[in-house]
């Protein structure tokens, strides 16, 4: 547990630092060694809060607004699907497989069900 919560934060503090050079919706992170051994999900998408109403996107409190944005650990494929194909893609995908995103033991993007092959 103490692995991925450091896991998270180092995520956390990478976006943070290199927000400000993506000019999309969403920050993908390639597969990286920082991931938690186990997990079959070594890459990172970083995106708007998904399957939530877009109010919870943003509060404000006071004169400050804190936007969310959820951590999302996804496989390598999923990774080069949504660089390739676009995170609406991801959406069908995720949604005709109902595959669930907190899952990090998910399965690949493979024949059987969807074939995905950059």
Partial sequence: MRRAVNYFLDIAAHYLVHEKDCHEDIFLIPEN???????????????????????FETVSFGEKTVVFKWIIPITQSEYLMIRNKGVEEFDAYIKKEEMELI????????????????
């Fill in 33 to 55: 060694k920082l991931s938690p051994s186990s997990w079959n999900t070594k890459s990172v998408l970083i995106d708007s809060p998904r399957g939530e109403c877009e109010d």
């Fill in 103 to 118: 899952d990090v033991s998910r399965r690949h993007v493979r024949s059987g069900c969807s074939v995905w092959i950059p």
